[in-house]
């Protein structure tokens, strides 16, 4: 006889919307893959009124979400409201307190929160599930904790938030301005009416966290993940890109650097040997390297209401057959704390662009700062006569530390022949 | 307290040793992630005496590898020999019998045989773990059975076969025909010997009936895949391929046509929007199609001792947690039996091929077979004068059913104006 596992649902937008239409689209497979019928019983949402497109009869309505930690007929909590605080984390924290498994597509939720979370989960023997948190519907989580778990990992990266890589496919293909494309984002969905979670790189380091905290076996921390956004690129970086043979992206890029482990996202310029330079529009691609597995990529739809549950489902067959690993991978208990920042640093190569004045001089005044933090060129383009004497210039620099880079241009916004201060991004070689 | 999961290694080849290697350099991780020691407690290959660069102290050597299935200091066997019968056979069904785990990376004696294996593994509760069986390192079996299992997969194909891929890619960037560089993919390892099992696509269908079974739900039965290989594809196929903005690929293709499931491998013409098209040398990616998460793409090596081995590693820590699905994703029991085929047939656009005499109107008899077969032409190539008054033409034709246009093929090859036989060769659209 097959049992019952029933789900109380919190947040009913696209995503919750689409779970509950494949929970009933693809009942007979899932109860086969699940080994137990895996039904909707309880819903909870802002608005009760509101037509989804979805047949809600049978199920009971919680107008306080937080109730479907406690909530009789309920055996799996699935979060779909989001945010790090509030509602969200009192319903997860107190599912799992409750002994109740939960399943999230909460990123901002876990990366602030993970630790304890992950601890609660533990003392209670239950899964914290979030296979739908990152990189939306790209089985990228089970893949790290389970399918690659044989490896020492080095380095895990990729593009992790799909509206900025719209926006930058479409700054490339259209030669349009950040605002302009937007705007356009916002108009097709595909960015929300305040953007800064997306377009300031803080999504995709949510996301990080968590790829990090799993690939490193530490314990998340958000706080200590740098962030840039895509908000200062301008159409012409994109250009001079293509011209040095490279695509702008935004990345996430975890790594162990000598003894500890850097994590950080930066608009980046991808070599086209690179697999995730040709990832346009909103998809997500995450690049695994593993000792032994060497390097892995995995690309898909990093968003939308049908990939994520998608991800959300499978999460939930997991926990209906009994088949789950700690929140992190390894036991709570065993993660490390982040280690301070060792003697090692971040390195590569750089792209810098400026505009300076337009006279004797200048270039070599700019190639002696490079030369005196012992920085070399590889390539400095400047072309043609530009209109009213100032001259863009772009260099790309060999390999050299992230922090002599920086000085130098620090330096170099100070001299009198800089009209705009230098533009940095770095390059992502494989 | 940790437990001791026991080991018992048939076949020490590249991937074994890789595997011993492995299981002793990331000991404490493993450990963490399986919550258990993984340890390999006993052996078995053919040459006792050769150097394999590891250590094999405290580990029981048995002469025959079937011995592992009932030795008493064994929990699980992992089985890396080959082969879909004789020893290797005989060792996984007796271990199976004997309620102990079995990992493989035996992809002929799971196509061949793994409907039974799959009953055996169910009956007596236990594993049977084929992660390296398909694709190398990449854990896409993991991400068929679990990490996709929300989804109605419509179609799953990929590269399978990193030999042929390699040959295929050095064909394109050199120019050199098939034989040659056969010849130097067997110089450098990554061809065999006797090359048939590769090139003939046999390995590639395999995998194929292997990935098909889980994704649709069914029986594996490798007697239904349709198999071509690459042996009879000329410099000229590619020549031609890249001048339509195609690569030439050899692909599994598994998908729901109608009421039924068609597999086949082929070569295929690959359109430069499809990401496979970009997947060059030794390298797998296999691209799943399902009804809420869309296109996801896996990547990565295909093979090798490091990749095969991280993918052993990750079943063994699946089975060290107890953390394993049935065999094919659900009951062997709810396996459907595969349907013969309905009405519905593949279709699609079609290259072909061929060499005729240099005199008026072959081309408007050629056209005029297609023209009565109900076939369209999109593109026709003939070009300059050819030496020895023969001109090679190739045809591109629009979407048709593929019955369609072996029978026009048939009805060419029986003209005079035929110098050599048509070549045909399938495009796969997106």
Same mark, same amino acid.
């Given at each position: 006889?097959?049992?019952?596992?029933?789900?109380?649902?919190?947040?009913?937008?696209?995503?919750?919307?689409?779970? @509950?239409?494949?929970?009933?689209?693809?009942?007979?497979?899932?109860?086969?893959?699940?080994?137990? !019928?895996?039904?909707?019983?309880?819903?909870?949402?802002?608005?009760?009124?509101?037509?989804?497109?979805?047949?809600?009869?049978?199920?009971?309505?919680?107008?306080?979400?937080?109730?479907?930690?406690?909530?009789? /007929?309920?055996?799996?909590?699935?979060?779909?409201?989001?945010?790090?605080?509030?509602?969200? !984390?009192?319903?997860?924290?107190?599912?799992?307190?409750?002994?109740?498994?939960?399943?999230?597509?909460?990123?901002?939720?876990?990366?602030?929160?993970?630790?304890?979370?992950?601890?609660? #989960?533990?003392?209670?023997?239950?899964?914290?599930?979030?296979? +739908?948190?990152?990189?939306?519907?790209?089985?990228?989580?089970?893949?790290?904790?389970?399918?690659? +778990?044989? /490896?020492?990992?080095?380095?895990?990266?990729?593009?992790?938030?799909?509206?900025? /890589?719209?926006?930058?496919?479409?700054?490339?293909?259209?030669?349009?301005?950040?605002?302009?494309?937007?705007?356009?984002?916002?108009?097709?969905?595909? +960015?929300?009416?305040?953007?800064?979670?997306?377009?300031?790189?803080?999504?995709?380091?949510?996301?990080?966290?968590?790829?990090?905290?799993?690939?490193?076996?530490?314990?998340?921390?958000?706080? !200590?993940?740098?962030?840039?956004?895509?908000?200062?690129?301008?159409?012409?970086?994109?250009?001079?890109?293509?011209?040095?043979?490279? !695509?702008?992206?935004?990345?996430?890029?975890?790594?162990?650097?000598?003894?500890?482990?850097?994590?950080?996202?930066?608009?980046?310029?991808?070599?086209?040997?690179?697999?995730?330079?040709?990832?346009?529009?909103?998809?997500?691609?995450?690049?695994?390297?593993?000792?032994?597995?060497?390097?892995?990529?995995?690309?898909?739809?990093?968003?939308?209401?049908?990939?994520?549950?998608?991800?959300? #489902?499978?999460?939930?067959?997991?926990?209906?057959?009994?088949?789950?690993?700690?929140?992190?991978?390894?036991?709570?208990?065993?993660?490390?704390?982040?280690?301070?920042?060792?003697?090692?640093?971040?390195?590569?190569?750089?792209?810098?662009?400026?505009?300076?004045?337009?006279?004797?001089?200048?270039?070599?005044?700019?190639?002696?700062?490079?030369?005196?933090? +012992?920085?070399?060129?590889?390539?400095?383009?400047?072309?043609?006569?530009?209109?009213?004497?100032?001259?863009?210039?772009?260099?790309?620099?060999?390999?050299?530390?992230?922090?002599?880079?920086? #000085?130098?241009?620090?330096? @170099?916004?100070?001299?009198?022949?800089?009209?705009?201060?230098?533009?940095?991004?770095?390059?992502?070689?494989?």
């Amino acid at each position: 006889m097959t049992g019952t596992v029933r789900i109380g649902v919190a947040g009913l937008g696209t995503v919750g919307a689409s779970l @509950i239409e494949l929970l009933a689209r693809h009942e007979t497979t899932i109860t086969a893959r699940a080994g137990q !019928r895996l039904v909707v019983t309880a819903v909870s949402a802002r608005d009760r009124s509101r037509d989804r497109g979805i047949d809600l009869s049978g199920m009971t309505w919680f107008d306080d979400a937080r109730d479907l930690a406690t909530a009789g /007929n309920v055996d799996v909590v699935v979060e779909l409201m989001g945010g790090s605080e509030g509602p969200a !984390r009192d319903l997860v924290t107190n599912a799992l307190k409750n002994g109740r498994p939960v399943v999230t597509a909460n990123k901002a939720l876990l990366a602030e929160h993970g630790n304890e979370l992950g601890v609660l #989960a533990e003392e209670h023997g239950v899964a914290l599930g979030y296979e +739908a948190a990152v990189a939306g519907g790209i089985p990228i989580i089970k893949a790290l904790k389970e399918g690659l +778990a044989g /490896n020492d990992i080095q380095r895990v990266y990729g593009i992790l938030n799909g509206t900025c /890589n719209f926006i930058l496919s479409e700054m490339r293909s259209t030669g349009r301005d950040f605002a302009d494309v937007l705007a356009e984002a916002q108009a097709l969905g595909y +960015a929300e009416a305040d953007p800064t979670f997306d377009v300031e790189g803080i999504d995709a380091a949510h996301k990080l966290a968590l790829l990090s905290a799993i690939a490193f076996g530490q314990q998340v921390d958000f706080s !200590r993940v740098t962030v840039e956004g895509i908000s200062t690129i301008s159409p012409i970086d994109i250009a001079y890109a293509d011209e040095f043979g490279f !695509r702008l992206k935004l990345l996430g890029v975890a790594e162990r650097i000598g003894d500890t482990v850097t994590e950080r996202v930066h608009p980046f310029l991808v070599s086209l040997d690179d697999p995730i330079s040709k990832v346009e529009g909103v998809n997500n691609a995450v690049v695994v390297e593993g000792d032994f597995v060497g390097r892995t990529v995995l690309e898909g739809p990093g968003a939308g209401g049908g990939a994520t549950a998608s991800a959300v #489902a499978s999460d939930l067959i997991d926990v209906a057959t009994g088949r789950f690993s700690p929140v992190f991978g390894i036991p709570a208990s065993a993660l490390r704390a982040r280690q301070d920042g060792g003697s090692d640093e971040p390195h590569g190569r750089f792209y810098i662009s400026l505009k300076v004045e337009d006279r004797p001089g200048v270039i070599a005044d700019l190639a002696a700062v490079l030369r005196d933090h +012992a920085i070399s060129i590889e390539s400095l383009l400047q072309r043609g006569k530009p209109e009213g004497g100032t001259a863009p210039i772009v260099v790309i620099c060999h390999d050299a530390p992230e922090s002599r880079v920086l #000085a130098a241009l620090k330096q @170099i916004e100070g001299m009198d022949c800089i009209l705009q201060n230098p533009h940095m991004i770095r390059i992502k070689d494989l």
